[in-house]
Each structure stands twice: as C-alpha cells, then as structure tokens.
C-alpha cells in the first residue's frame, strides 16, 4: 500500500504555513515512520493535488483550516465529510482541497478508491509575512501525533 503525507500551506502567509510545519515536526518526532512513507509538502498545490494523488493509495493531507473552532484546534475530516463542504468552507486560502477532490473525482474515476483524510489545524492570521500565531504553534505537537495515528492506522 502506497501512502502519502502532504504537509499543505504558504510559508510566508501566517499560520497558512501550519500544514508544512506540522509535517516537518512529524518527520522529526517520527522517523522510522516517516521512512516507510512518502512524504511531500506543497506550497498551494491547487489541481496540482491530484498529481500528487496519482498513484497512492492512501493519502494524509495536513492543512490550516478556517472554522468557527478556536485556532489551535485539530479537525479529522475523511473524504465523505470532506466532499460534503462548500466551496472554500475549509481552505484557508483561494482553491481548496475539497474543491480539488471533488473536481477530480468528476474526472479521475482512479481518485474514488484514494483512501483521503485530512488533519486541520485551525488558524486565525493569515497575514502575508506574519509568522505562526502562538495558538497555531502550540498546537504542532498534537498535529504531529495525529498524523502518527492516522499513518498507524493504515500501515
């Protein structure tokens, strides 16, 4: 079984930047795991996401999210709850996941048997040149078990 993590976000856009950091901070706290995965970050992949699918099995998208849940919080969403979402109802920025999934499975009918999860990290600036909000930041940690669990449960 081929499986992805994909740590998603804009280093230079506040706590956009929360999915790469998080995937970072994983491949650190968890190398062995790491090891026996691929792993990528992308700065804003848009359709490019479904280039990145091609090809796995199970997928692990790591992304800042806007909801009405204090910053900090941490959101499972699997690919049904994923595919229920408005457009731009969780991205934090232009065209999101769910907006990308959805797209994609219209015209990849591969893309249906993707196992899709998406681990998001609930942010509040998004300031271009602001840094991690302090919420955000404390909230890496749990981020990174999170994806521990998650690639536990499909490896």
Partial sequence: MTTLVLGIGQSLRGDDAAGLEAVRLWQGKYPQTAKLIRVETSELPGLGL???LNGVDAAILVDAVQSAAP???LLRVGAADL???APDALSA???GVAETLQ???SI???LEAVHVTLIGIVGEQFEIGAGLSPRVRAALDGAAAMIESEVHSLI
């Fill in 50 to 52: 479904l280039d990145l």
């Fill in 71 to 73: 910053a900090g919080s």
């Fill in 83 to 85: 595919a229920s979402f």
């Fill in 108 to 110: 990849y009918p591969w």
């Fill in 93 to 95: 920025h232009g065209w």
């Fill in 103 to 105: 797209l994609g499975r």
